[in-house]
């Protein structure tokens, strides 16, 4: 991890700022702007990360401002779910949350203002037209036959739009800029349109028009004093038009400085907030917070911890240039924590019995001392009862084993992990050949699972004793898609993973999980890390998998 350097060309912006306009910028101001309209996913982290996180190194401070500018599409949930993963991510906004709403009077007086200015007009084709008028990248387009209008008409139909004197759809008020620019959004841009019947989830019923994004972004920016606006690649083009509206209004002290970074896309997964809610909306998945979405909640759910996913942003850098990072170095970053952090305990997942013969029949358990995380000894130890019969997974044995099988089958020895070392003497059947029971002898000398004599085993197993064990439900998860990049070709929904959930409900795990608590996360042997969910319809604890051991990150060479 330590030998990849992550980039990050606004630092060396800020810095370039900081010496060069040393008298002006003196203090660094960002600002996360979401749209509450969904949840936040891992995209939404790295533009959280970069923009809290430059602001902390400068001393800055970072707003939070939901952009809720479209009362079609938005909702309060949301905006308290995001909230909500903004805090878990570990950013604070202290005084600064913003709505975009709470500029409503004043976005309408600057853009009388540019009317004023003879730098906006009413305009009355409908929005086919509007495009057809637009013209293409390779041609000009048209001037609106309603761009003559005079000043005071300008002003008189804004303020009958404001009144809801107009139908939907009927009129929008544009920028008037020009239309034979060869950027596309110098052409007249709309700065606002009629929503109607659709109350805000903050203004209510006091406005029927609503401004554009265009239009909005740059005055809220200006208001709050922002001096660097991050945002993605695709607004690279909109930047001359977050110019031109703080250019012509020249009300404020401050122009804040438009700045683009690549947007992150992630192999196996979609990221888009429209395609996520349709994957809710149809049920392909459990909710937002469905352990294998991409958003933040469903990372949490997951098992994800805050420190991975701050992680995998510094790591991934800020760059220029479109990508799409492997989830894998997303899960190497997880398991990189966990490893740290999980208390390793041992839970079999599909429970095989296993007989000790000579084990003693006594009322008294015996208890073996486990420790809790090799990695980290002041999470110190437990104790764990070992039984005369006990579970291991059903593929820690086979009956004919073939060459390379490094686990139990007849005749051989294996560690019990913590315990002891058990030979294989004898495997029950059932009536169609099924293994049901296998038969082993325990030596008492290996207490701990050590020989004295230091003599080699298969290898090692984990094991729960049936008499304490606890019936668990246990969801693996993978990939929610199968292919790399879902978007390559035909609907991305026909691309989901069938697989993605396998929901085990034979597990037993040792009864130190008795109570683990909600989202408590826990290494199972030999499986993968876990976290602890709650929603059980079945009445057992349930674990979802976060991550499974495998590193196809390391594996694939790609860290050293
Ligand atoms: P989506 O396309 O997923 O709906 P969005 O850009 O419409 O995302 P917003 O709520 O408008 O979502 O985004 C808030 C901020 O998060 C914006 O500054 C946006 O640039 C940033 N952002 C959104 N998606 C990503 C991403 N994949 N990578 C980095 N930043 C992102
Ligand atoms: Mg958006």
């Known amino acids: 991890m330590e030998t990849l350097k992550p980039s990050n060309f606004i630092r060396d912006i800020i810095n370039h700022d900081i010496k060069v306009e040393e008298s002006s910028l003196s ?25 809290f996180g430059l602001a902390a190194e400068y001393n800055g401070v970072c707003h939070l401002r939901f952009d809720d500018t479209n009362p079609t599409k938005e909702e309060a949930e949301y905006v308290e779910a995001i909230k909500r993963d903004v805090k878990w991510l ?8 913003y709505y975009t709403s709470d500029y409503f009077d004043k976005l309408y007086k600057c853009a009388v203002e540019l009317i004023k200015k003879g730098k906006a007009f009413v305009c009355h084709l409908s929005p ?29 139909l804004f303020e009958g739009m404001r009144r809801g004197e107009f139908d939907e759809g009927s009129c929008v008020l544009r920028a008037m800029i020009d239309m034979s620019s060869p950027n596309l ?9 009629i929503i109607k019947n659709t109350p805000h989830h903050r203004t209510g019923a006091n406005w029927c028009i609503y401004p554009s994004y265009d239009y909005s972004h740059p005055i809220s920016d200006a208001l709050e004093g922002i001096t660097h606006s991050i945002c993605t690649l695709e607004f690279e083009d909109h930047r001359p038009l977050y110019d031109w509206i703080l250019n012509e209004l020249s009300l404020f002290d401050s122009h804040p400085k438009q700045i683009e970074f690549a947007r992150l896309n992630l192999t196996y997964t979609v990221m888009s907030k429209r395609k996520l809610l349709e994957l809710v909306t149809g049920n392909f998945v459990a909710g937002w917070d469905d352990p294998r979405m991409p958003t933040i909640s469903g990372l949490r759910r997951r098992g994800y911890t805050h420190e991975a996913i701050r992680k995998f942003c510094e790591v991934i850098g800020v760059a220029k240039a479109n990508s799409i990072v492997d989830i894998a170095l997303l899960e190497h970053c997880l398991r990189e924590d966990l490893n740290q952090r999980a208390a390793r305990v041992m839970a079999v997942l599909n429970p095989l019995r296993l007989v000790i013969d000579n084990y003693p029949e006594g009322l008294l358990t015996e208890e073996l001392d486990a420790e809790n995380n090799p990695e980290d000894s002041s999470m110190g130890s437990r104790k764990i009862p070992f039984g005369k019969v006990i579970y291991i997974e059903q593929d820690d044995f086979c009956e004919q084993p073939p060459k390379g099988y490094f686990r139990l089958a007849p005749g051989c020895e294996v560690r019990l992990k913590h315990a002891y070392y058990v030979r294989c003497v004898d495997v029950i059947k059932d009536n169609d050949g099924r293994v049901m029971e296998v038969h082993c002898t325990y030596d008492p000398e290996t207490k701990g699972g050590w020989s004295k004599d230091g003599r ?31 978007e390559d070709e035909g609907d991305f929904k026909s691309n989901l993973n069938p697989d993605s959930l396998i929901t085990l409900t034979s597990a037993m795990i040792e009864p130190s999980l008795a109570n683990a608590a909600a989202n408590s996360r826990y290494q199972f042997l030999r499986h993968g890390y876990f976290c602890v969910d709650t929603d059980s319809a079945l009445n057992m604890p349930v674990f979802n998998r976060t991550v499974s051991l495998k590193d196809s990150w390391l594996k694939g060479g790609k860290a050293k």
């Not at 203090?27 to 923009?51: M, Q, Y």
């Not at 570990?90 to 949350?97: E, N």
């Not at 959004?185 to 349109?193: A, G, Q, T």
């Not at 984990?462 to 990939?479: D, Q």
């Open 27 to 51: 203090r660094v101001e960002t600002r996360f702007p979401p749209e509450p309209n969904g949840h936040l996913h891992i995209g939404h982290a790295k533009s959280i990360c970069l923009n």
């Open 90 to 97: 570990g950013f604070d906004w202290g005084q600064h949350l």
């Open 128 to 156: 086919d037209e509007i495009r057809q008028y637009r013209g293409t990248l390779t041609h000009p387009g048209q001037n609106s036959p309603y761009r003559e209008r005079s000043v005071e008409e300008n002003l008189e």
């Open 185 to 193: 959004n110098m052409r007249d841009p709309v700065l606002y349109r």
């Open 456 to 486: 080699k085993v298969m290898g090692t197993l984990h094991w729960v004793s049936v008499e304490h064990a606890i019936p668990a439900e246990v969801r693996m998860y993978s990939h929610l898609f199968i292919k790399p990049n879902p």
